[in-house]
């Protein structure tokens, strides 16, 4: 059993009037109680030395505090398109996963996955660098078990690179799941591929052990999150008991719209569609865990990338909100 009280409490501070229910309120801190009733969980996985160790610019450390600082002060209506609001919904923030090493972080960021998982939540986890989807990912499929899983990552960058000097690093995370065998490259895809920011070897290495690769260009061209539900159905054979788990690189999106991450695109997805696909992922019955990661504060303008985030955490929330009706 894991002990969920030695994360880290989330701050959600707002105030507001009875009548604008915000985010920040609704959100509950964690108890037993209020764990067991819960659909949603968030919690933090704040490290960026995967980001160091692979030469990129640190600052993902902070990327947990500075979405939830935008969740706060969203309001809980989705507007008249949804039947049902975040209110319909219950909602615990865990917190962050103790500051220690990256692979004591990863650790403890997977046993949360694999008990939460095992709970029946459906699991919002924050970065950090682009590594944690790999101690993330391992934990849904220590879950799943023999049912396995489907993967879906939406990026700039494929993130199949080798490890450097025998370490994990935010650009290996998809390597390492299909070398070990927790994800079968064929429930694997890559959604937002761009060009010259990827090797073609590494496009190549990803081809040869099957993985679905959709490049920008395809997948802006064909709406995103039509593109996201016709691979999502591909990669689950369209059963909604196979856990699907939803990976999204903040720099998948265009740098005029998401400046703060580790590595801005002059090209990419539009904040809107980032937004849609969000709300999409939250429909699907099939997804049990969405991470957001690389939001890097630092390089943020204005907090352009981290209300961007939090508004697609509230898309997906309302998404949820909204599944089964
Ligand atoms: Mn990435």
């Not at 994360?7 to 609704?26: F, K, M, V």
């Not at 996985?45 to 030469?55: L, M, Q, V």
């Not at 600082?69 to 209110?87: I, M, R, V």
Request: aromatic share 8%.
């Amino acid at each position: 059993m894991v002990d969920f009280t030695l994360l880290s409490a989330a701050t959600y501070s707002i105030q507001s009037l009875p009548e604008d229910p915000r985010l920040g309120q609704l959100i509950k801190q964690y108890s037993l109680k209020a764990l067991e009733a819960a659909d949603v969980v968030i919690f933090g996985i704040p490290t960026d030395e995967g980001i160091a160790r692979n030469g990129g610019r640190i600052g993902a450390s902070g990327g947990p505090s500075a979405i939830r600082a935008a969740l706060a002060k969203l309001t809980t209506y989705g507007g008249p398109n949804f039947k049902h609001h975040l209110e319909s919904i219950s909602i615990v923030d865990l917190g962050d996963v103790r500051h220690g090493t990256l692979e004591a972080m990863h650790d403890e960021a997977r046993s949360n996955i694999r008990e939460l998982s095992t709970m029946g939540k459906i699991i919002v986890a924050l970065g950090g660098g682009h590594d944690i989807t790999y101690p993330l990912v391992k934990g849904l499929s220590e879950a799943s078990g023999s049912k396995g899983l489907g993967l879906i990552n939406v990026d700039a960058h494929l993130d199949v690179r080798p490890k450097i000097e025998g370490k994990h690093h935010s650009g290996s995370s998809f390597r390492l799941l299909i070398d070990e065998g927790i994800v079968q490259g064929s429930r694997f895809c890559e959604i937002g591929i761009q060009p010259f920011v990827n090797a073609e070897a590494y496009y190549e290495w990803a081809i040869q052990h099957g993985v679905r690769v959709l490049t920008f260009e395809d997948a802006t061209t064909s709406h995103l999150p039509t593109a996201f539900e016709e691979s999502a159905f591909g990669i689950t054979f369209g059963d909604d008991s196979t856990p699907l788990y939803l990976s999204f690189d903040m720099d998948a999106i265009r740098a005029a719209d998401a400046p703060g991450v580790s590595a801005p695109a002059a090209v990419g997805f539009l904040a809107e569609e980032a937004f849609e696909l969000s709300v999409a992922a939250g429909l699907n019955r099939s997804v049990k865990v969405f991470d957001i990661v690389e939001v890097s504060p630092k390089y943020d303008a204005d907090g352009r990338t981290s209300r961007l985030a939090a508004r697609m955490i509230a898309g997906f929330l309302a998404g949820v909100a909204n599944r089964n009706v």
